[in-house]
């Protein structure tokens, strides 16, 4: 799943939510699925590779990627 | 010099029209360069504007209906090339340009070329929305192909690190000018393709002319970019450089710094709905939770037990048996009040009734007294009657020794001597037994005894 699906999932779980129609197992149910929507996309945004690479062609035509220098 | 016919005396008119004629004669059409200066475009719709170079000016003016082909507005400091006839203004004794053509100088060649380009792959179908790709919400791995020294992959850098630190990008190094440039960004957009790991490629360059910007306006990379699998976003030169790349990228942004927001969400941000949404959920399900619990204990203090059902049952039962009772109570008194007010009202009413029924019981009583009295003074008399009767029994004269004589078989009581002939048969009764015997003798009177 992608980060914007289980966002848009986040929002809409969250506004069914607060609409206040559920029975309290839909409730239930909403808040755990919620619950693990969060988390996830918590993860997602922790979880990128924090590194910038800089791609370069060996002579034999080989490409490899080495970390770039930007500061 | 001296051939010149000194004596010949020319009108200003007349002299006018000749070098009229020299000039236009000598000078039917001509391409001319210079830098426009003193430019106005009155409400005509022409244009005037005078063209120099460093060492002379001329006066130029571009007609209503020439301006219309023009692709680029004239402006001061522009310099063109174009095609113009020479001609004389008269009543003011000038010459000047009219020019038909007008080119930016240099660029004409290459702005041909960019609108032919343009053309032909617009026709293709190269610029329709239809293969435009959405960018990624929050992309994985940037891949950035662009000059690896210019200022455009550090105004990159910087923009995504302030947006989203942690993010990672993939610097993919290229000219960006000269002959190779072209190839190098064609070569980079395909790696990148074959190597998946990105998932949206910037292609940025600096500001520059349109020299410059050659290899965005080339045809391969054109080709490449709208082959790309991985969505494309241009960044390239200025806010008003556009190349035929910005076209067919799924996304242009004006600058390359642009382009890195467009790109890159902002990550404090997202956090922060995230989190909100968060405590949203949280604070729905303590609500949601809070309601069903009041509404259990609603509902709880509102069970009822069967015993507590009986119990009710029995204390309605009980209340009916008594309002019953009591209404068949005040039924019964109100009746009987009723009653007996009716039986006075009755009495009231009647009182004849009263008196007569009083009356028949004092007859009643009389007539049982009279009956009383009669019956005692007649067994007085009887008491007496039955006194004098045993006074007069024969058996207790008979006891005193009187005796009774009766004739046989007659039995009749002999009171008379007479009644009896000598040795009748005589019958004495005595108090005692009986005597029959006969007459012997017999003597008459009553002092014979």
Known sequence: MTFETALKQLEAIVKEMESGDLTLEQALKKYETGIEKVRYCMQILDSTEKKITQLTRDLDGSVTEVPFDHE | ?449
């Open chain 2, 1 to 449: 010099m001296a051939e010149h016919k000194t004596n010949h005396i020319y009108s200003v008119s007349h002299l006018t029209r000749e070098i009229k004629t020299l000039l236009e004669d000598r000078f039917p059409f001509v391409w001319v360069t210079g830098e426009i200066s003193n430019y106005a475009a009155p409400a005509s719709g022409h244009s005037y504007f005078s063209l120099k170079d460093a060492g002379a000016v001329i006066s130029c003016v571009m007609f209503k209906n020439q301006k219309r082909a023009l692709k680029f507005s004239l402006e001061n400091g522009l310099k063109i090339m174009g095609l113009a006839r020479l001609t004389l203004y008269e009543p003011r004794g000038n010459y000047q340009l009219i020019f038909e053509h007008i080119a930016p100088e240099g660029a004409g060649a290459l702005q041909k070329a960019f609108e032919q380009l343009k053309k032909k792959l617009d026709d293709e179908g190269l610029f329709d929305a239809v293969h435009k790709q959405p960018l990624p919400f929050l992309p994985q791995k940037i891949s950035v192909i662009t000059s690896g020294t210019g200022a455009a992959v550090r105004d990159i850098i910087h923009i995504a690190l302030r947006r989203f630190p942690g993010c990672c990008l993939q610097i993919f190094p290229v000219s960006v000018q000269g002959d190779q440039a072209g190839n190098e960004v064609v070569y980079a957009i395909n790696t990148v393709n074959l190597q998946k790991k990105a998932d949206v490629i910037i292609l940025a360059r600096g500001g520059g002319s349109l020299e410059d910007l050659a290899a965005f306006n080339s045809e391969p990379v054109a080709r490449a970019v709208f082959a790309s699998r991985i969505p494309v976003i241009t960044g390239i030169g200025h806010e008003t450089d556009v190349t035929i790349a910005d076209f067919v990228a799924d996304v242009r942004a004006p600058t390359p710094s642009a382009a890195a927001e467009l790109v890159l969400p902002e990550k404090a941000r997202l956090v922060r709905h995230i989190t909100d949404m968060h405590l949203s959920l949280s604070t729905a399900m303590t609500q949601k939770l809070g309601f069903f619990h009041q509404k259990v204990d609603d509902l709880h203090s509102r069970l009822k037990s069967p015993a507590q059902v009986m119990a009710n049952f029995k204390q309605n039962l009980e209340t009916c048996c008594f309002r019953m009772l009591h209404s068949l109570n005040r039924r019964l008194f109100h009746g009987r009040d009723k009653l007996s007010w009716i039986s006075q009202a009755l009495l009231g009413a009647a009182p004849g009734v009263c008196i007569q029924k009083r009356q028949v019981a004092d007859l009643h009583k009389n007539m049982a007294f009279a009956m009383k009295s009669r019956l005692e003074g007649h067994t007085n008399q009887i008491s007496q009657a039955a006194a004098s009767l045993a006074a007069l029994n024969p058996t207790s004269v008979l006891e005193r020794g009187y005796s009774i004589a009766r004739t046989v078989p007659d039995q009749k009581v002999i009171l008379d001597a007479k009644t009896v002939a000598i040795q009748d048969p005589v019958e004495i009764i005595l108090s005692k037994g009986r005597i029959l015997t006969r007459v012997e003798k017999k003597t008459h009177g009553k002092n014979d005894i």
